[in-house]
């Protein structure tokens, strides 16, 4: 049965350490909670905190963020370009990037994790929809909704 959940209030979020190896500078402390999670576990969403310091993150699938609060200056370990962020901005990390963050102070988002379908997934899936286009096409048809044709001629 589908229904719908909410989430309406602030959270305590919990301890969520930063892997050592990954922090550049200072001791950053972070905390998560996880506000939801789909039923196929494809997707979840993590609402996250951090305090000042300097680290690396490595993104095992994609994230997009939305900032609520604070700031932190991003660098792109790929291409080297930065920028900074503040609350209202969002920020999509695909599989397999490395970002280096700068939190002055402080800083809080929502992260919605997303784990990337395969390449033959994508395909399969691209191939159900056309099917479903053309089926429903097809019913329009007997409808009388394509041109006026009839399937039954």
């Known amino acids: 049965m589908s229904r719908v959940i909410f ?4 959270r305590n979020l919990l301890g969520a350490p930063i ?10 402390e972070a905390k998560a909670y996880p506000l939801f999670e789909t039923i196929d576990r ?3 969403v993590h609402e996250w905190e951090c305090t000042r310091g300097r680290f690396e993150w490595h993104y095992e699938c ?3 963020v939305h900032i609520v609060e604070g700031d932190a200056h991003i660098k792109d370990l790929a291409t080297g370009l930065s920028t900074h ?3 209202g901005s969002s920020v999509l990390f695909q599989r397999g990037s490395r970002a280096e963050w700068t939190v002055d102070r402080y800083i809080r988002k929502i992260a919605v994790n997303h784990v990337p379908l395969s390449p033959n997934l994508i395909f399969l899936r691209a191939a159900w929809h056309r099917l479903k286009r053309l089926f429903g096409k097809t019913e329009r048809a007997q409808e009388g909704g394509l041109s006026g044709l009839s399937l039954a001629d």
């Open 7 to 10: 989430s309406l209030s602030r």
């Open 19 to 28: 892997k050592g190896d990954w922090i550049l500078d200072g001791t950053p």
């Open 42 to 44: 494809g997707a979840n």
């Open 62 to 64: 994609d994230e997009i």
């Open 85 to 87: 962020i503040t609350a």
